[in-house]
């Protein structure tokens, strides 16, 4: 028998090389496809653990001594706890404990130095200074916006919360109904305890918390002297539609059953699109051009929506600062000298509101 040449021999067992490689390539790849395209989806969907974490990342938060303030260089602030037990509202938990910051105003600051005994609860009484109610980041505490503070506490009274599961506020199951109950619940304690006007700063999810909650206090005729939106969003699915990591999967049939769709079913959406149509009184919307988490595009829908559905007449004006691209970014807006007018501007916007409306 005429054996082959060792030429073809070594063609024959090159292209069966070739020909195994590429196969196993190709399983690789589609089995990176199965675990990446199609399980990690199916997971997300699935795991309203994985959806809490992702849009309540307190695990991110170091804790700290709540109870030792000026241990984070700040005097004249009460920490102290006030447990709410959800009175007829069957989707809060009972005695859920928040933490709480009491920041008075710089005007009174002087009486308090190096002086523990002050009466806390007492200055709510002092109608001269109005409060504000301030709603954090979902990746924050009410420790972390100190430099703000510094800024608004010229102006204001301040309350700052920790939401359940941040901070050291009870661990409970943490949902938009939940949380802004919690609020809720919150605001008519801090209603019952002062005649003083109250005012609403949410800061990025904080705009979430804040514009629902107004919506909400809306159905009790409870209704707040202004709402500041820091770096607002008009829903979470909307944001997340824009995340590079969420764009990579929005080819896929299954996208929005599987990634868009579990977020609004299992209550993590926090429409303020939706909630700013039932806000009573006037809006501030600030936000920086060179915002890396929140674009400033959905600052913009969410003031045209506002703007084009609400009747300013009785609901309030609407105000939008757009701050140009200087380094502010999301969390650094407080650096802006323009800042203090803005809020006093917005103040005297609110007042002379009020005076339309008595």
Same mark, same amino acid.
């Given at each position: 028998?005429?054996?082959?040449?060792?030429?073809?021999?070594?063609?024959?067992?090159?292209?069966?090389?070739?020909?195994?490689?590429?196969?196993?390539?190709?399983?690789?790849?589609?089995?990176?496809?199965?675990?990446?395209?199609?399980?990690?989806?199916?997971?997300?969907?699935?795991?309203?653990?994985?959806?809490?974490?992702?849009?309540?990342?307190?695990?991110?938060?170091?804790?700290?001594?709540?109870?030792?303030?000026?241990?984070?260089?700040?005097?004249?602030?009460?920490?102290?706890?006030?447990?709410?037990?959800?009175?007829?509202?069957?989707?809060?938990?009972?005695?859920? *404990? =928040?933490?709480?910051?009491?920041?008075?105003?710089?005007?009174?600051?002087?009486?308090?130095?190096?002086?523990?005994?002050?009466?806390?609860?007492?200055? =709510?009484?002092?109608?001269?200074?109005?409060?504000?109610?301030?709603?954090?980041?979902?990746?924050?505490?009410?420790?972390?916006?100190?430099?703000?503070?510094?800024? =608004?506490?010229?102006?204001?009274?301040?309350?700052?919360?920790?939401?359940?599961?941040?901070?050291?506020?009870?661990?409970?199951?943490?949902?938009?109904?939940?949380?802004?109950?919690?609020?809720?619940?919150?605001?008519?304690?801090?209603?019952?305890?002062?005649?003083?006007?109250?005012?609403?700063?949410?800061?990025?999810?904080?705009?979430?918390?804040? *514009?629902?909650?107004?919506?909400?206090?809306?159905?009790?005729?409870?209704?707040?002297?202004?709402?500041?939106?820091? *770096?607002?969003?008009?829903?979470?699915?909307?944001?997340?539609?824009?995340?590079?990591?969420?764009?990579?999967?929005?080819?896929?049939?299954?996208?929005?059953?599987?990634?868009?769709?579990?977020?609004?079913?299992?209550?993590?959406?926090?429409?303020?699109?939706?909630?700013?149509?039932?806000?009573?009184?006037?809006?501030?919307?600030?936000?920086?051009?060179?915002?890396?988490?929140?674009?400033?595009?959905?600052?913009?829908?969410?003031?045209?929506?506002?703007?084009?559905?609400?009747?300013?007449?009785?609901?309030?004006?609407?105000?939008?600062?757009?701050?140009?691209? =200087?380094?502010?970014?999301?969390?650094?807006?407080?650096?802006?000298?323009?800042?203090?007018?803005?809020?006093?501007?917005?103040?005297?916007?609110?007042?002379?509101?009020?005076?339309?409306?008595?």
């Amino acid at each position: 028998m005429q054996k082959l040449p060792t030429t073809h021999k070594s063609r024959g067992c090159c292209a069966k090389c070739i020909l195994g490689t590429f196969i196993y390539i190709l399983v690789l790849l589609l089995l990176l496809f199965i675990i990446v395209f199609v399980i990690v989806p199916i997971v997300f969907k699935y795991s309203i653990g994985i959806q809490r974490n992702i849009i309540f990342p307190s695990w991110v938060i170091t804790p700290i001594n709540y109870s030792d303030v000026e241990a984070s260089g700040i005097k004249g602030v009460k920490n102290f706890y006030l447990t709410l037990d959800g009175g007829a509202n069957t989707t809060s938990d009972s005695n859920v *404990t =928040l933490g709480v910051w009491q920041i008075l105003p710089y005007e009174i600051l002087s009486d308090l130095i190096d002086n523990e005994d002050y009466n806390y609860e007492g200055a =709510l009484t002092n109608e001269n200074y109005n409060i504000l109610l301030y709603l954090h980041g979902n990746g924050a505490d009410r420790a972390a916006a100190l430099e703000l503070y510094d800024i =608004l506490r010229k102006y204001f009274h301040i309350f700052a919360v920790d939401y359940r599961g941040y901070g050291d506020s009870s661990m409970a199951e943490m949902t938009e109904s939940h949380i802004v109950t919690d609020m809720v619940e919150f605001y008519k304690w801090l209603r019952s305890k002062t005649n003083s006007k109250i005012y609403v700063w949410g800061h990025s999810l904080g705009t979430g918390v804040g *514009t629902h909650l107004l919506a909400s206090l809306k159905k009790d005729n409870i209704y707040s002297k202004g709402l500041i939106l820091e *770096t607002p969003f008009t829903s979470i699915t909307d944001v997340m539609l824009t995340h590079p990591i969420i764009k990579v999967f929005s080819f896929l049939p299954w996208f929005r059953t599987t990634m868009i769709e579990p977020i609004i079913y299992n209550d993590l959406n926090f429409e303020s699109k939706k909630h700013i149509l039932d806000v009573d009184c006037p809006v501030m919307i600030l936000h920086a051009k060179d915002d890396t988490v929140i674009p400033y595009s959905f600052a913009t829908e969410l003031y045209n929506t506002a703007v084009n559905n609400r009747n300013e007449s009785y609901q309030g004006n609407i105000t939008y600062h757009l701050f140009e691209s =200087l380094g502010y970014d999301h969390m650094f807006l407080y650096r802006a000298p323009e800042l203090p007018t803005y809020v006093r501007d917005f103040m005297d916007d609110c007042n002379r509101y009020e005076k339309e409306h008595i």
